[in-house]
């Protein structure tokens, strides 16, 4: 059997052999596992109740996904859902 170049090397499972190259040409990121080092956690950040109110307001008009929303204010999509659901039980909309 020939020996495949390292960067074509067939994977015959899902994991089998080592990961295929990105499509950049950069490594894969390594996990916390193999380096050791952990990632600081991201600062806590507060928004005051009319920030939320504006982004509530913006997911309700229904012209930008939760998602699209989250990700313009560079807030996570979980954040604005639990202000969404929230705006919802305050407005009697929907059950706590």
Do not use: Y
């Not at 170049?5 to 499509?23: D, F, M, S, V, Y």
């Not at 204010?73 to 705006?87: C, G, S, Y």
């Amino acid at each position: 059997m020939d020996a495949c170049p390292e960067n074509t090397r067939p994977l015959t499972g899902p994991r089998e052999g080592r990961p295929r190259p990105r499509a950049d040409g950069l490594r894969h990121r390594l996990t916390v596992r193999q380096t050791g080092k952990k990632r600081k956690p991201r600062p806590r950040r507060s928004f005051t109740p009319e920030f939320k109110g504006e982004i509530v307001e913006l997911c309700r008009r229904g012209d930008r996904s939760v998602g699209q929303v989250a990700k313009d204010f560079d807030l996570t999509e979980t954040a604005v859902r639990d202000w969404v659901k929230q705006a919802e039980i305050d407005a009697g909309e929907r059950a706590a």
